[in-house]
């Protein structure tokens, strides 16, 4: 199929005014949804098929459906802006595109064309657009997802698949506020291991992470940071965020994304924004020892992680079994924040997009 506008059918039951200016009052993350989503279905035999805009409804799932027992599930994230002149934007879809397309071979599944993703994320946008939160840091939150819709039971790739877009109406991620969140170093389990699924965005990945974010909480911190599952020596990257590490002498070193680490396009956006600032940005491997010994000495003075959700946050602290450090004053650092100002300036229009970054719809 082509990736024309897809048939619309509007939701006959929308929230209403009130209500949605309500929600939107307070949206946080993740919980007030949009009127609408998009569906197209896949099959072996007939391929991509019967795309559609239509109102925001439960799904009903045979019992046997393949993705409640063999796990075939694969999802995007990325964020709808309004920018200055009032029309609404997207940042960097075709980059989501073709992780998604990488995350399904890697999880034996179709790859959707670029082309149907696009339209699908602009086609919501412009339905639901009247669902932008006017809060400080607000934006449309889009969930591009897919599953394996086959009812069988066997150890196989489905059949059949499933592909949805919803929409969420999304202010800031931490809802705390704090300056700069608390790490806790997980020393018991990992996230990803070498020929394993760490660079697919799939719902498994995040699954195992539930458990050592749960200890990271108990201990009074904010999210969890991984080390490599062959050394439990190298940092990785926290449950959801990718890590960066900046030092005394200009140099931001990041952790390489091998296949263990998902390649974030937020992390690839700020390497790309740090080297313009004349920043020695390196992907290469950092240890949790010299982690500890680098901000004990001062030479690390900063660090931060950053992803879609949370864009670009600060790292204050970092604790574990074995005791606690703090990263320079433990607060947001003047690097940090100036690659953040700049990201989030060229994602709302407020900046110059000189890179094509921004993809303004309609």
Same mark, same amino acid.
């Given at each position: 199929m082509t990736a024309g506008a897809f048939p619309f059918e509007a939701n006959p039951n929308p929230v209403d005014d009130a209500r949605r200016a309500e929600l939107l009052a307070d949206p946080g993350f993740g919980r007030v949804f949009t009127d609408h989503m998009v569906t197209i279905r896949y099959s072996d035999d007939k391929g991509w098929h019967d795309a559609k805009v239509g109102p925001r409804a439960p799904l009903t799932l045979d019992p046997a459906t393949a993705v409640l027992h063999y796990a075939q599930e694969i999802f995007e994230g990325l964020k709808a802006y309004r920018l200055a002149d009032g029309t609404m934007a997207l940042f960097r879809p075709e980059q989501n595109a073709r992780r998604f397309q990488r995350s399904a071979k890697r999880l034996a599944m179709p790859e959707l064309p670029e082309e149907l993703f696009l339209q699908s994320c602009r086609q919501l946008v412009e339905v639901d657009q009247h669902w932008f939160p006017p809060v400080e840091g607000g934006s449309i939150y889009?969930?591009?997802?897919?599953?394996? &819709?086959?009812?069988?039971?066997?150890?196989?790739?489905?059949?059949?698949?499933?592909?949805? @877009?919803? =929409? &969420?109406?999304?202010?800031?991620?931490?809802?705390?506020?704090a300056p700069a969140i608390k790490i806790w170093v997980s020393e018991h389990y990992t996230r990803a291991a070498p020929g394993g699924t760490g660079a697919a965005k799939c719902g498994g990945n995040y699954a195992s992470s539930l458990v050592a974010q749960s200890e990271a909480i108990r201990n009074g911190c904010d999210q969890v940071v991984f080390l490599?599952? =062959?050394?439990?020596?190298?940092? !990785?990257?926290?449950?959801?965020? %990718?890590?960066?590490?900046?030092?005394?002498?200009?140099?931001?070193?990041?952790?390489?994304?091998?296949?263990?680490?998902? !390649?974030?396009?937020?992390?690839?956006?700020?390497?790309?924004? =740090?080297?313009?600032?004349?920043?020695? @940005?390196?992907? !290469?491997?950092? =240890?949790?020892?010299?982690?500890?010994?680098?901000?004990?000495?001062?030479?690390?003075?900063?660090?931060?992680?950053?992803?879609?959700?949370? @864009?670009?946050?600060?790292?204050? &602290? @970092?604790? &574990?079994? %074995?005791?606690?450090?703090t990263i320079g004053a433990g607060g947001p650092g003047q690097i940090t924040q100036q690659l953040r100002g700049k990201l989030v300036n060229i994602q709302r229009g407020i900046a110059p997009d000189p890179h094509g970054w921004v993809q303004p719809i309609g």
């Open positions: 889009l969930r591009p997802f897919m599953i394996a &819709s086959e009812v069988f039971l066997g150890v196989k790739p489905s059949a059949e698949y499933l592909y949805m @877009v919803i =929409a &969420s109406a999304a202010g800031n991620y931490f809802k705390s506020g490599d599952a =062959a050394e439990h020596r190298w940092i !990785e990257e926290l449950g959801g965020m %990718n890590l960066f590490f900046l030092f005394d002498d200009g140099t931001l070193i990041t952790p390489p994304t091998d296949g263990t680490i998902l !390649e974030g396009i937020t992390r690839e956006s700020i390497i790309e924004l =740090a080297r313009e600032q004349g920043l020695n @940005v390196r992907e !290469e491997r950092y =240890a949790i020892d010299q982690w500890r010994a680098d901000a004990t000495s001062g030479k690390l003075v900063e660090a931060f992680a950053c992803g879609t959700a949370a @864009v670009v946050t600060p790292v204050g &602290s @970092v604790h &574990s079994t %074995n005791g606690s450090f």
